[in-house]
């Protein structure tokens, strides 16, 4: 059979690579797991014997991040006839007989599955983990250690780690980067590499540049952070209960968005700590698309929201949902309440988490951190502090009875000129 592919070139040396492991740093919208899909998928499919393990550090995100690109790129590729998907197990088959696996290293169960797992045929040779900062040291050498064994001839094993880079003290940064090695394949993207990169990514990564240059540097341009001036560093990922009797209250907090984010977190309260259970985080979509969105939020929980636009918060009660304006308190104040808790966040709020990451004070002109937030990319932090209203607020203590949970027991810059779509075939 011959396949052809459209591919960004700056990933031309990762499908080429024969090292131990490929390290793909990259800017949000480079294309890395867009590509990294569409190059397992070609692997799976021309090189008999070869299996592979997605790894995220929650076993669970799987399901909505490498299994969904995976998918995403069978269907783009015309190979549907090729595989089969299943999602209880999570399981991809190919038609000669590889197969994708899943799992994750979040507590001491996933460890030790992750120890035992196998394919149906032959040994995992490959593995790719997604958002690989995530990951500990440890968590990544038990990973390491499940390649191991005599190969049959021609196959040879591969790691393949991609990630947004974060604080410049991160592990991966000391262990591949900052050493010389021959066993490691190197790779830096950017959305400006990205030729299937749309016109109104480009135009937020400008806004980004321009308000808030140091979070470019990381999100647009795939350089390492520093952890200065983040204003959350209080938080944990978490894989915490979702069940509302196990909170003394539940609130939802939504910030309203349309180019930039709509974002509808739940949060409950417990012991006077925090935990963000989920979000509902979505772009250009009208008020009407995300009240379909939420059916399964529970109509009757108190749900704060933007008092800026009211007409919002009439189509949302409207629609049966006990929808409130919140009266707003500046974001200092909020925010100041916020660093005295213990926030827990459930990992699929993966929104919430890149933005609590990432929000950070502004600088002033002599490159000192200011007491202002910037003002970007903080649509979930928004929504955070409009959930938590009724505690921080100086005229309520604590919240009313009747509402607590009943317990039983500007111009785009042009991609650069190297940015071309490569061709691949396989015959």
Excluded at 190 to 196: G, Q
Excluded at 310 to 324: E, Q, S, T, Y
Aim: charged share 30%; with cysteine; net charge neutral.
């Amino acid at each position: 059979m011959k396949i052809e592919i459209k591919r960004n070139e700056v990933f031309a040396p990762c499908w080429e690579a024969k090292t131990r492991y490929v390290v793909m740093k990259g800017s949000a919208g480079s294309g890395k797991s867009f590509d990294s899909a569409m190059f397992y998928i070609v692997r799976l499919l021309s090189q008999q014997g070869r299996n592979l393990l997605c790894i995220r550090k929650t076993a669970e995100s799987n399901e909505r991040s490498t299994f969904r690109e995976l998918q995403k790129a069978v269907k783009r590729m015309g190979l549907s006839d090729y595989f089969t998907f299943t999602l209880r197990p999570l399981l991809i088959r190919c038609v000669n007989g590889n197969e994708v696996l899943f799992g994750g290293v979040n507590d001491d169960t996933q460890r030790e599955r992750l120890k035992s797992i196998t394919a149906t045929s032959g040994n995992i040779t490959d593995i790719w983990i997604e958002e690989a900062t995530e990951l500990s040291r440890d968590d990544f050498e038990i990973i390491d250690d499940r390649l191991r064994g005599i190969l049959p001839e021609g196959l040879f094993y591969q790691i393949r780690l991609t990630f947004n880079p974060v604080s410049a003290g991160h592990w991966i940064k000391k262990v591949f980067f900052d050493i010389d090695r021959d066993d490691v394949t190197l790779s830096h993207s950017t959305y400006l590499d990205n030729a299937f990169c749309d016109e109104g990514y480009h135009r937020r990564m400008m806004k980004r540049k321009e308000l808030d240059p140091e979070g470019y540097l990381i999100y647009g341009l795939g350089e390492w952070g520093e952890r200065g001036g983040l204003i959350f560093t209080n938080y944990q990922i978490k894989d915490v209960s979702k069940n509302i009797e196990n909170y003394d209250y539940v609130r939802y907090g939504q910030d309203f968005g349309f180019n930039h984010a709509n974002a509808l977190l739940e949060i409950g309260i417990r012991d006077g700590d925090i935990y963000i259970l989920r979000e509902l985080y979505v772009k250009e979509k009208t008020t009407d698309d995300i009240i379909a969105l939420a059916g399964d939020f529970d109509k009757k929980t108190l749900m704060w929201c933007d008092c800026a636009e009211p007409d919002r918060i009439v189509m949302w009660r409207r629609a049966g949902f006990n929808a409130r304006g919140v009266v707003k308190k500046p974001v200092a104040f909020c925010n100041d309440w916020l660093k005295r808790r213990r926030i827990f966040i459930h990992p699929d709020c993966e929104n919430t988490i890149d933005e609590i990451s990432s929000w950070r004070y502004q600088k002033d002109k002599n490159g000192d951190y200011t007491d202002e937030p910037v003002p970007f990319h903080d649509d979930a932090m928004a929504a955070l502090r409009y959930a938590c209203c009724e505690w921080y607020s100086k005229e309520a203590v604590t919240p009313p009875a009747l509402t607590s949970v009943k317990k039983y027991n500007f111009t785009a810059e042009k991609p650069r000129n190297n940015t071309v779509r490569g061709r691949v075939t396989v015959v």
